[in-house]
């Protein structure tokens, strides 16, 4: 989920409102208020948020947010496919094509915690798959995130080297 220096957040927060819209009415579900801000909020940068941060934002507009509320519209969020949980940095992203059907990964940079998502997961999900079959054992849910540095961070890094960081 990376972004240009011309890049306007309000769009990508307009386009994932109206996917949400679009996938609740075809689910049968609920997009109420409060999910809805959610889902804006997790939309509102390009970077994964903390729980604790979409809490903290939402409580400067509702005062008496709690945890459980948040938790639970992210929960639902993710049922959805509108968001998907970064395990590794225990936080989420909003999902960049959520009307499709496919189980994500994802690149995570450990040094500056960016995201990017793999689109075309298909052969690592069919290797999963197989090796998953071959053992007798029944997939459920899956989701590739793979560590590294992403190019920036890999070209900063050998300055801060020279520097003995």
């Given at each position: ?21 679009r ?86 940079c ?15 999900q ?29 070209g ?10």
């Amino acid at each position: 989920m990376t972004q240009t220096a011309a890049h306007n957040h309000d769009i990508c927060i307009s386009e994932a409102v109206s996917a949400a819209e679009r996938i609740c009415e075809e689910n049968g579900t609920r997009l109420t208020d409060l999910r809805r801000r959610v889902l804006e909020l997790v939309w509102s940068r390009h970077k994964p948020i903390t729980a604790y941060e979409v809490l903290d934002l939402l409580r400067e507009e509702r005062s008496k947010a709690a945890p459980p509320t948040v938790y639970r519209a992210l929960d639902f969020l993710i049922a959805q496919r509108l968001i998907h949980r970064i395990e590794s940095l225990n936080a989420f992203i909003g999902c960049g094509s959520p009307e499709q059907d496919h189980r994500g990964g994802f690149l995570v940079c450990s040094a500056c915690h960016a995201v990017e998502e793999i689109r075309d997961c298909a052969p690592l999900q069919q290797a999963i798959g197989d090796a998953a079959a071959a053992r007798a054992f029944a997939v459920t849910a899956s989701m590739v995130e793979v560590l590294g540095l992403c190019r920036r961070c890999q070209g900063e890094r050998p300055a801060a080297a020279a520097q003995g960081n």
